[in-house]
C-alpha cells in the first residue's frame, strides 16, 4: 500500500537553500531519484521523456566520484528506463514501482557487481495481467462520445503503456470529462480481481500485479550498497513510499543520516521542497561540487 502524507509538507525552498552537507560529506554515498518530473519533465507522450542536460552532466560526474553511488528509482520498467534515462552504466535501476532491479558495475570500477534478475510472473499474475488487457481493449467503448452521439474531445488519443508488471493508461492531455471516465473504467477491474494495485500518479492510473513499492526499492538499494547516507529526490505520490522507507532507515540508525525532498507542489512528507527538474539540476550541481570539494579535502 503506497504511503500517504497527512500534511502538505514543507514549504518551497530554493536549490541554494537545501541543506546538503550531510550527503556531501558522508562516508559513502548513494543518491537516488526519481526520473519522470525529477530529472525529465513530464511529458505528454512518456516515450519522449529526457533528462535535463544539466542533471544528466550531474549525474554522470556523481556516478564517478569515489565512494559515489547514483540509482533511479522508477515506475518505468527497467528496459525502459535505462533506454530513455541513458544513465550511466555504474548506475544502479530500480523499476516498475519496485518490482524490478538491476544493480550493475560499480562506480569504483572495481567489477564487483551484484545483478537481480526480475521476477517471474505467476500463473496468477499473468491471469491477472491478461484480465487488465482485456478490460482495458474495451476503452473506447465507454469513452464520451464513442457511440457516435457526440464528440469525444481526444479522448480516442489515449495512450496504454505496457510494463512487465502492470498496464499504465495515460491521460495527460486529454478533456477532463474523458479522463476520469477512463480512470473510473479502469479501476473497475479491481471488482473482479481485488488483488490488482491501482497506482495513482501524475496523469495516469496504473494496474499492476505486483505489490511492490519505491519503499521496497529504497530498502534493497539500502541492503546491496550498504551507504552512510542517502537521498532521494521524487515527485509523485508513488515516490511517498521512498520517503517513508528513508526516513524509517535512518530513524533506526542503518543509516547516519537521510535527504529527502519533494519535486513540486503536491502534499508531501518530505523534509525539503524544490520547484521542477530546472530546480533539481541546480541542486544537484551544488552536490557535485560539494562533495568533489570533500573528496578532495579527504585525499589531500
Do not use: N
Not at 536549490?15 to 511529458?43: C, I, K, N
Not at 542536460?53 to 566520484?65: F, M
Not at 541513458?86 to 544493480?103: F, N, R, Y
Not at 513499492?213 to 509523485?236: C, S, V
Request: charged share 25%; glycine share 8%.
Amino acid at each position: 500500500m503506497t504511503s500517504k502524507p497527512t500534511a502538505l509538507g514543507p514549504a518551497r525552498s530554493t536549490p541554494a537553500e537545501v541543506v546538503l552537507r550531510d550527503l556531501a560529506t558522508a562516508e559513502s554515498l548513494l543518491l537516488a531519484l526519481d526520473f519522470d518530473g525529477v530529472l525529465a519533465p513530464l511529458q505528454d507522450d512518456p516515450s519522449t521523456s529526457r533528462m535535463v542536460p544539466e542533471s544528466a552532466a550531474a549525474i554522470a560526474a556523481l556516478a564517478g566520484l569515489p565512494r559515489t553511488r547514483v540509482a533511479l528509482v522508477s515506475g518505468r520498467d527497467i528496459a525502459t528506463l535505462r533506454r530513455l534515462s541513458a544513465a550511466p552504466d555504474s548506475a544502479w535501476l530500480i523499476g516498475s514501482h519496485g518490482a524490478e532491479a538491476e544493480l550493475g558495475i560499480d562506480a569504483d570500477g572495481d567489477g564487483d557487481t551484484a545483478e537481480f534478475r526480475p521476477p517471474e510472473l505467476t500463473a496468477a499474475e499473468a491471469d491477472r495481467l491478461a484480465a487488465i488487457d482485456a478490460h482495458l481493449d474495451a476503452f473506447e467503448h465507454t469513452l464520451p462520445g464513442a457511440d457516435g452521439s457526440g464528440d469525444a474531445d481526444g479522448a480516442s488519443d489515449f495512450l496504454i503503456e505496457s510494463k512487465p508488471y502492470s498496464r499504465t493508461v495515460h491521460t495527460r492531455g486529454i478533456a477532463p470529462e474523458a479522463a476520469a471516465a477512463l480512470h473510473e473504467h479502469a479501476t473497475e477491474v479491481v471488482e473482479e480481481f481485488p488483488d490488482i494495485r491501482v497506482i495513482e500518479g501524475h496523469d495516469i492510473t496504473e494496474l499492476a500485479v505486483k505489490q511492490a513499492t519505491k519503499g521496497d526499492g529504497i530498502r534493497l538499494l539500502a541492503r546491496a550498497g550498504e551507504p552512510t547516507a542517502m537521498g532521494y529526490l521524487g515527485d509523485d505520490v508513488t515516490d511517498e513510499d521512498a520517503f517513508a522507507a528513508l526516513d524509517e532507515l535512518t530513524d533506526s540508525h542503518v543509516l547516519d543520516s537521510g535527504l529527502t525532498v519533494k519535486v513540486g507542489s503536491a502534499q508531501t512528507r518530505a523534509a525539503w521542497r524544490i520547484a521542477d527538474p530546472a530546480a533539481v539540476a541546480v541542486l544537484l550541481g551544488r552536490l557535485v561540487a560539494e562533495r568533489t570539494e570533500f573528496l578532495r579535502t579527504v585525499h589531500d
